[in-house]
Structure formats: structure tokens, C-alpha cells
């Protein structure tokens, strides 16, 4: 089991690119490894209440939705 840390700096400004550290962590989760998310710049609007409702990155589901199985997971967010 690893313990990986991922970075997020994309935000309402990138929706795809915001996405993505959270989508890794739950895949991290699930292939049983500790993941960490950071959250720095920009990304730190999407933890903000509504606004991740409002972020969907090409090829990915609502925002909201994958962070909502990051935290149900868990899973560290520091901003």
C-alpha cells in the first residue's frame, strides 16, 4: 500500500483539470493505497458549498459527486 499525495491548483477555471486529483484519489482508494489531496490557487472555490455542483469536466461526472466519494472514503483534503 502506497501513500500518494495529489495537488490540485485548477478550479471553475478548468473543470477537467479540476477534476482530475480528485477522480486519482478515488481510484487510489479503490487499488487499496492512502491518498492525500492538497488543495491550493484555484481549486481551493470548488470546496466552497454549491460550487462544485456547478464543475464538470469533459469525460468525468459532476464534481460534487466524485468528492463526495472522496470524503465518504475519507480521504485527507487540505486546503
Do not use: W
Not at 502506497?2 to 487499488?31: C, M, N, Q, W
Not at 492525500?36 to 470546496?47: D, I, K, M, Q, R
Request: hydrophobic share 45%.
Amino acid at each position: 500500500m502506497a501513500k500518494i499525495l495529489y495537488v490540485s491548483t485548477h478550479g471553475t477555471d478548468d473543470p477537467s483539470r479540476a477534476a482530475i486529483p480528485f477522480v486519482a484519489a478515488a481510484g487510489a482508494t479503490e487499488a487499496g493505497h492512502q491518498p492525500t489531496v492538497v488543495c491550493s490557487f484555484e481549486s481551493t472555490y470548488v470546496l466552497n458549498e454549491g460550487v462544485a455542483d456547478t464543475v464538470v469536466g469533459v469525460g468525468f461526472p459532476p464534481l460534487n459527486e466524485i468528492l463526495s466519494g472522496v470524503i465518504a472514503n475519507k480521504t485527507p483534503i487540505y486546503v
